[in-house]
């Protein structure tokens, strides 16, 4: 699915397209609210390490100050670009991998100094089926493993997909298991295992090795770094499908609001911060299974609306399977037929049978634990179908997902596009020799040369972009994709006066564009649509509005803008105007 269908919604995408709006609406409900319950949970374990590296004991006041701090600050985070940055990614797994393997080296030295704690021979390994209470915790290993799909959305980035995928996988996921079999195996070296805590068993097992030490510090607090850059690596990807989602009428358009110069969805984020806040607020209830249980209440409901989130990718694989056969694909899928379904149904069953295991009570001692969890659960999954509902209400039409017609036609559509392309990629190459930027734009082969935009397309930075050199006047720039310039590149008279052309580093900060709206006739439209303007700081240069009919008026606005990022954004705010029905660039 990421190799073939390359979108900004990654699951999202695939199950709107292959299900349509209505399951488009409930996975991409599930997968955010599993985030703010995820940051809950964490937030609920920075209080009891805190107090074992400082020696302190925290009140429950004191522990909601710090809990709030934790979800404030991932938070701020979110709002920055570092919740998306490389050194936040990298740096979080290189702490994560040295906690992990200095665990597993300690418990072996410890072992060897003070013998084994537990039965360490291989079948000690294997999963103990007839164990009812362990089965809960097979959700949590498939959790650890979820995310490796985004990879498959990566396909831009490599040479060759087909080889780079699969190694990624492959390599990944035996890193992954080896890392964590070598923690687990220290742990359980210098740690009976009717001893472990379920919640603190690492840090515990450390405190045990070398106790109260310099080392115990410094692993609780690298601990709780990596806590901080999990929580900031997910919220940007988490907050772009709420605020995609919130685009197409699928979420609240608070999603979709407040997007900021750097375009981070600050809205989403904010949503996040006020739910985990109130979450975790289930800590003053008087009722001992739920204030002293609420870190696996929260994160085991975390984990169930994550495995939900991947269930309604299988039949939509299978919708996409039959209404798009056409599409070029890397991988192909080994089953067709009657076994294609057994196959698909294999991993639905799977994860239906781990939430299963999460969530039901196999055994009286676990009635007082997972009950809390089993009503947590069915009110967020009544809200989410209210959010559905209500939230569709935004958008015009329900889109029924990809038909065969619709499929053909989006087929069509990329063949245009990749036409266009190959037209300016055949453009005849010219001496770089002396290459300049005037009005942050690089013609090849013209030095200081007068350069103009062209109206009938109005070029802005972010949009792929040619030029024809004029008789008169230097040289006119075009989007690659506009209609005259593609036009005119298959006249042999025209052709070899195209040349190639790109936006320099040091663009204008602002270049006019046309936005033309359809809206509702009413009074104080326009007070509204200015006011919205205003508001993200847009410069007005022209406007003009009529009447048409059906009681509808259509706005046309010359604004100042930056490049098709913040295009993007403007249409987006002026969207959410009451009674705007279209925002389109002219």
């Not at 490389?86 to 200095?102: C, S």
């Not at 399977?321 to 639905?348: H, S």
């Not at 590149?489 to 190639?500: E, G, H, I, L, T």
């Amino acid at each position: 699915l990421g190799t073939t269908y390359d979108g900004e919604g990654g699951i999202y995408d695939w199950v709107r397209d292959g299900l349509g709006d209505k399951w488009g609406a409930r996975i991409s409900y599930y997968y955010w609210v599993n985030y703010p319950l995820w940051i809950a949970s964490l937030a609920t374990m920075f209080p009891d390490i805190l107090g074992m590296v400082f020696g302190v004991e925290f009140n429950l006041i004191a522990k909601m100050g710090i809990d709030l701090a934790f979800v404030w600050i991932v938070y701020l985070m979110g709002r920055s670009k570092a919740a998306d940055s490389e050194w936040v990614l990298n740096g979080g797994a290189i702490i994560k991998v040295a906690v992990a393997v200095i665990v597993g080296a300690l418990g072996i030295w410890y072992a060897m100094e003070n013998g084994f704690a537990n039965d360490m021979s291989a079948a000690t390994f294997l999963p103990e089926l007839t164990n009812t209470n362990a089965l809960g915790y097979l959700s949590i290993i498939i959790f650890n493993f979820m995310g490796f799909e985004v990879i498959c959305t990566m396909t831009d980035d490599m040479a060759d997909p087909a080889r780079d995928i699969p190694k990624a996988i492959i390599v990944g996921g035996l890193s992954i298991a080896v890392i964590y079999l070598f923690a687990g195996f220290g742990i359980g070296a210098a740690v009976p295992a009717d001893s472990i805590d379920p919640d603190y068993g690492m840090i515990y097992a450390v405190q045990t090795m070398v106790g109260d030490s310099m080392i115990f510090k410094v692993i609780c607090i690298a601990f709780l770094i990596t806590l901080f850059a999990n929580m900031a690596a997910w919220s940007f990807g988490v907050n772009s499908v709420a605020r995609y989602a919130a685009e197409h009428g699928n979420m609240p358009k608070v999603f979709a609001s407040m997007i900021s110069d750097d375009d981070m969805p600050n809205g989403a984020n904010l949503v996040n911060a006020i739910v985990a806040s109130l979450v975790l607020c289930l800590q003053l209830v008087p009722i001992d299974a739920i204030s002293n249980g609420v870190f696996w209440m929260l994160f085991g409901t975390s984990v169930v609306f994550l495995l939900l989130t991947y269930i309604p990718m299988f039949p939509a694989f299978l919708n996409l399977r039959k209404n798009d056969p056409n599409r070029e694909r890397i991988f192909t899928f080994p089953f067709k037929g009657a076994m294609m379904k057994v196959m698909l149904a294999i991993p639905c069953i799977e994860l239906i049978l781990a939430i299963v295991a999460t969530l039901v009570p196999f055994s009286v001692d676990e009635i007082g634990d997972k009950v809390p969890m089993i009503v947590i659960f069915i009110v967020l999954v009544l809200i989410g179908e209210i959010v559905r509902v209500v939230s569709a209400k935004g958008r015009e039409t329900e889109y029924k997902g990809l038909t065969p017609e619709l499929a053909a036609q989006r087929l069509a559509e990329e063949a245009a596009e990749a036409e266009e392309n190959k037209s300016v990629e055949d453009l005849p190459k010219v001496d770089l020799s002396r290459v300049h930027a005037t009005d942050g734009v690089v013609v090849e082969g013209f030095d200081n040369t007068p350069i103009k935009f062209a109206k009938c397309c109005s070029p802005l930075p972010g949009d792929p972009i040619v030029g024809f050199i004029t008789r008169g006047f230097g040289v006119s720039i075009h989007k690659q994709t506009c209609a005259n310039a593609v036009a005119s590149m298959k006249d042999p008279s025209n052709a070899p006066r195209w040349v190639k052309a790109y936006w320099a580093d040091s663009v204008k900060d602002s270049y006019k564009a046309g936005l033309e709206i359809i809206a509702l006739n009413r009074n104080e439209l326009l007070q509204d649509v200015l006011s919205a303007l205003a508001d993200i700081r847009v410069p007005i240069y022209a406007m003009n509005a009529r009447q048409v009919e059906n009681n509808c008026a259509v706005v046309s606005l010359t604004i100042g803008i930056n490049n098709t990022e913040h295009l993007n954004r403007v249409v987006a705010r002026l969207s959410k105007v009451r009674d705007v029905l279209k925002v389109t660039r002219s």
